[in-house]
């Protein structure tokens, strides 16, 4: 007998009976347009996590760059393998590949799935002339495109679709 007079005192305090809430229109048009924009955001998230992936290929190559003037000036030649010079590089997004010569060196960071990260190939070259030191730092246009450094410093970048950043 209790709960026969308190559902009609619920009813009225909760509006008369009238019903509250949205109708599936309202739902409908709020979930499209948070599915465009959570669109929206995933294309520009995906394109920045490309750039920071190559920023720190960018900056493992000059890290290499620096080791590689520093190993010269120790040994009188260039390391002929990144694990000479004591430096900690990761390859979990790009492959590092050494070109050795006697008076230069070449690294190449090849992306190592360039379609899926959306980076870029970068390659970075030490020179040594008359006791000094020269850098040259190439990158690729392209995802996944073919680049590489001159022999010399002064020497544009060797592949299709490339720009000399240094």
Not at 30 to 57: D, S
Not at 138 to 153: A, E, I, M, Y
Not at 156 to 165: A, E, L, Q, Y
Request: contains cysteine; charged residues 20%; hydrophobic residues 35%.
């Amino acid at each position: 007998m209790t709960g026969y007079w308190l559902l009609p005192r619920l009813c009225q305090w909760m509006g008369n009976g009238k019903e509250k809430g949205f109708t599936l229109v309202e739902l409908l048009v709020t979930t499209i347009i948070i599915g465009i924009l959570a669109a929206i955001g995933m294309q520009n998230y995906i394109y920045q996590v490309g750039r920071a992936r190559e920023t720190e290929a960018k900056n493992n190559l000059g890290a290499i760059a620096r080791g590689q003037q520093a190993y010269h000036w120790e040994h009188g030649e260039f390391a002929d393998d990144v694990s000479k010079l004591g430096i900690s590089i990761p390859e979990k997004y790009y492959q590092i590949n050494t070109t050795w010569q006697n008076d230069y060196v070449k690294h190449q960071a090849q992306a190592v799935n360039p379609e899926k990260d959306q980076v870029r190939n970068y390659a970075i070259g030490v020179y040594h002339n008359s006791g000094s030191y020269a850098i040259s730092l190439c990158q690729s246009l392209d995802v996944n495109g073919s680049v590489n450094v001159g022999d010399t410093p002064d020497a544009d970048c060797v592949g299709p679709n490339t720009i000399k950043i240094k």
